[in-house]
């Protein structure tokens, strides 16, 4: 049987995470994705139900933007994006 570990922590890992972590990020890498994603098209997955309505990306594109235009100016300004994965 594997023995465990009673009530010690070692140099401040606790869990397996660490209480602060020190990051080189002069040996970071460039992400090799990034001019794609700033200047590619932007894919978002339609619910099943929706995705019978909308059969092309023009008339998602046509009901989008009349939406849109009858928004007043102050909600069509960007607004930060809002960290959601759902």
């Known amino acids: ?3 465990i570990a ?5 140099s401040g890992v606790r869990d397996g995470l660490r209480s602060e972590y020190h990051f ?4 970071a890498k460039r992400n090799r994705f990034a001019a794609k994603a700033k200047n ?3 894919v978002v997955i339609l ?3 929706i995705a019978r309505v909308f059969r092309s990306s023009e008339t998602v ?3 989008l933007r009349a939406l849109i235009s ?3 100016a102050r909600a069509r300004r960007r607004t930060p994006k809002a960290p959601s994965r759902g």
């Open 40 to 42: 590619g098209p932007l």
């Open 24 to 27: 080189d990020y002069g040996k």
């Open 47 to 49: 619910d099943e139900d």
């Open 61 to 63: 594109k046509a009901v």
């Open 1 to 3: 049987m594997k023995k």
């Open 70 to 72: 009858t928004m007043p």
């Open 6 to 10: 009673t009530g010690k922590v070692r």
